[in-house]
């Protein structure tokens, strides 16, 4: 980096963004996704959990009820009880999340690509009844779209913000899940009004993130490399991912069905259990066991909402971290970890 760029990168920007990440975002990312945006609807954040964190500021507080996936996001469900919201929790099924639970609430919060903790897609007719639901109950739709680049498997799923018409979803992504998780950098999309005061509320906690990673994530963006290193991230991911359905079928094999969709984070039930005995199987000593052979794994209760009913038969199994070339004996560990019970 040189010359204006570095002159840019090294200044103090004050409250705003530095412009060509801005515009770069809008029309070589956003654009894609049918997410239409100007300069003013857009702040750069130090991650998503900072964009949380200036929402909840913005919209949250005591009275105000927040309905959440549950399983949750453990991240953003300290955010938003820390900022006085009454918590409301909707059940997750095949189809994602259910409208019911989120019948009341002034906001809610939704990561429907790829549901975390359990990678359930939200389907097409919930998400319609999530719009008109907002719509009805004059409600915010916080949309999470964390996962959105890293599809293993078909085109990548429209973000209910490309369909919403009365701007009731504001829009979370990052670039950090894919680039490099110490890059902290993502980004809000919502109305001006909003985005100004969320401007207010960063400039008083961190002012803008780092110029010099914005410049250069700009750059890199531009230069079409960051294109390059999507496309190269999910061969990579579908590759680990097909090397562990192997070695699942191989060393646990009650399992193998459940791997129907490619992603780099599995969510496995017990086989044999059901909603009617969700004790079938507690899993916490087989990740206890695991662990001792070297491998986390990590027991789906861990991600239940305080005060409601957690399952015990359920494991969430993660990739990304791990070695293509390791991912056979991790199987294999786990599954002798498990014939230990």
Same mark, same amino acid.
Not at 266 to 277: E, F, I, K, T, V
């Given at each position: 980096m040189s010359g204006k760029n570095l002159r840019v990168s090294l200044g103090d920007p004050r409250d705003g963004d530095d412009p060509k990440l801005v515009k770069a975002l809008i029309e070589e990312v956003l654009a894609l996704r049918g997410v239409h945006a100007g300069p003013d609807e857009v702040m750069i954040t130090v991650g998503t959990q900072q964009g949380l964190?200036?929402?909840?500021?913005?919209?949250?507080? =005591?009275?105000?009820?927040?309905?959440?996936? $549950?399983?949750?996001?453990? +991240?953003?469900?300290?955010?938003?009880?820390?900022? &006085?919201?009454?918590?409301?929790?909707?059940?997750?099924?095949?189809?994602?999340?259910?409208?019911?639970?989120?019948? &009341?609430?002034?906001?809610?919060?939704?990561?429907? #690509?790829?549901?975390?903790?359990?990678?359930?897609?939200?389907? =097409?007719?919930?998400?319609?009844?999530?719009? #008109?639901?907002?719509?009805?109950?004059?409600?915010v739709i916080l949309e999470d779209d964390y996962d959105a680049e890293i599809r293993l498997q078909g085109p990548p799923l429209a973000p209910m913000k490309s369909v919403d018409r009365s701007g009731r979803v504001v829009y979370l992504g990052t670039f950090s899940k894919y680039l490099a998780p110490g890059l902290r950098m993502g980004y809000v999309v919502a109305a001006p009004e909003l985005i100004a005061q969320l401007r207010r509320f960063r400039h008083y906690a961190t002012?803008?993130?780092?110029?010099?990673?914005?410049?250069?994530?700009?750059?890199?963006? /531009?230069?079409?490399?960051?294109?390059?290193?999507?496309?190269?991230?999910r061969v990579r991911a579908r590759s680990k991912f097909d090397h562990f359905a192997e070695a699942v079928g191989e060393y646990l094999p009650e399992f193998a069905d459940q791997l129907t969709v490619p992603q780099? $984070?599995?969510?496995?039930?017990?086989? &044999?259990?059901?909603?009617?005995?969700? +004790?079938? /199987?507690?899993?916490?000593?087989?990740?206890?066991?695991a662990r001792s052979r070297g491998v986390l794994v990590t027991p789906g209760s861990l991600y239940y909402a305080p005060g409601t009913v957690a399952r015990t038969d359920e494991l969430r199994v993660g990739l990304a971290s791990i070695p293509e070339a390791r991912i056979a004996a991790g199987v294999r560990a786990l599954g002798c970890a498990g014939s230990q019970s």
């Open positions: 964190s200036l929402l909840s500021r913005a919209l949250l507080g =005591p009275g105000v009820r927040v309905a959440m996936e $549950n399983p949750v996001d453990v +991240d953003a469900q300290h955010t938003f009880a820390g900022a &006085g919201a009454q918590m409301q929790y909707m059940t997750i099924d095949e189809f994602g999340a259910s409208p019911k639970g989120a019948v &009341g609430a002034h906001v809610v919060y939704l990561t429907p #690509s790829s549901h975390h903790p359990t990678s359930v897609a939200l389907s =097409p007719q919930r998400r319609r009844r999530f719009l #008109s639901l907002a719509d009805e109950q004059d409600a002012k803008a993130p780092s110029p010099m990673l914005q410049r250069s994530l700009a750059l890199f963006i /531009r230069s079409g490399d960051y294109a390059r290193q999507l496309r190269g991230y780099m $984070n599995m969510w496995l039930r017990m086989p &044999g259990s059901g909603h009617a005995d969700p +004790d079938a /199987r507690d899993v916490a000593a087989w990740a206890q066991r």
